[in-house]
């Protein structure tokens, strides 16, 4: 069939679809999008394994993050899930942020990597703070804590905008925040426990019960029922000095009208 089009020379191969970028190279803030989702969505898909004939087996979890972002999950060994990470730690986890209308216009994040068991007291903490109900059955003997740690992410923003990620792109650098690691349960406590009115203005909302599930670097994670919100701070901090400072600047702007509504 005849055709007007001239085709590219046998040395120039045809573009095919279009992939994501890297992130550094998006057009949008693709790092600070994929890390809010990882701090505000609560449950997701995992994807592992079967061992033995390498079928993809996809179930629903609860999800909490570490102080640095790594993903967390308490799994029961009972669960087909768990069976194949502990043969193959290979998997993946889905963030979606979900929201009225077409679900495929809506943020999604996933992240691939290695699932391990982990004994971390601050994993424990900070999951159940992130899930409260889960302290029913966090200490049946069939439980425990695992953690993902990444290998790499692939962010989809909506339409036409999608990049991949790298772990160092996914995860904080926590060197020289060790006082903030340290220090963070106490804060933690000292705010729900002090500053409740606080909490409401940085989540600009002072209907809801809001309470501080983390701190990090870059900002903290508030929780009301089933709602989650993710408050960065106007820049990263690295010691309880500088916590405190921010911290005391940020509910006074809330307080002046500065606030933002939650996420």
């Given at each position: 069939m005849a055709s007007d089009e001239t085709p590219p020379p046998l040395s120039e191969p045809r573009?095919?679809?279009?992939?994501?970028?890297?992130?550094?190279?998006a057009p949008f803030d693709a790092i600070g999008l994929a890390?809010?989702?990882?701090?505000?969505?609560?449950s997701g898909a995992l994807a592992t394994l079967d061992p033995d004939d390498g079928t993809p087996f996809a179930s629903l979890v609860t999800m909490a993050t570490d102080v640095d972002g790594t993903?967390?999950?308490l799994l029961s060994r009972l669960s087909g899930h768990t069976r194949n990470l502990l043969k193959d730690p290979r998997a993946s986890?889905?963030?979606s942020a979900g929201g009225k209308g077409d679900p495929l216009a809506h943020p999604r994040l996933?992240?691939?990597?290695?699932?391990?068991?982990?004994?971390?007291?601050?994993?424990?903490?900070?999951?159940?703070?992130?899930?409260?109900?889960?302290?029913?059955y966090a200490d049946f003997p069939d439980f425990a804590f695992f953690a993902?740690?990444?290998?790499?992410?692939?962010?989809?923003?909506?339409?036409?905008?999608?990049?991949?990620?790298?772990?160092?792109?996914?995860?904080l650098d926590l060197s020289g925040c060790e006082a903030?690691?340290?220090?963070?349960?106490?804060?933690?406590?000292?705010?729900?426990?002090?500053?409740?009115?606080?909490?409401?203005?940085?989540?600009g909302d002072a209907t809801a019960n809001w309470r501080l599930t983390g701190i990090d670097p870059e900002g903290m994670d508030l929780l009301a029922g089933?709602?989650?919100?993710?408050?960065?701070?106007?820049?990263?901090v690295r010691d309880m000095g500088s916590l405190r400072k921010v911290l005391v600047e940020m509910a006074a702007s809330a307080r002046a009208g500065g606030g933002g509504p939650a996420a």
């Open positions: 573009r095919g679809p279009a992939q994501p970028l890297p992130a550094s190279e890390r809010h989702l990882l701090r505000t969505v609560r993903p967390l999950m986890l889905l963030f996933t992240v691939t990597g290695l699932v391990r068991r982990t004994e971390e007291a601050r994993a424990r903490e900070r999951f159940l703070m992130r899930h409260p109900k889960a302290k029913l993902l740690e990444p290998t790499a992410g692939h962010l989809n923003g909506g339409f036409a905008k999608a990049a991949t990620l790298t772990k160092s792109e996914l995860l903030i690691v340290a220090g963070e349960a106490g804060a933690v406590s000292h705010m729900n426990a002090d500053h409740a009115d606080a909490l409401a203005a940085y989540a089933d709602r989650t919100a993710r408050i960065p701070y106007p820049s990263p």
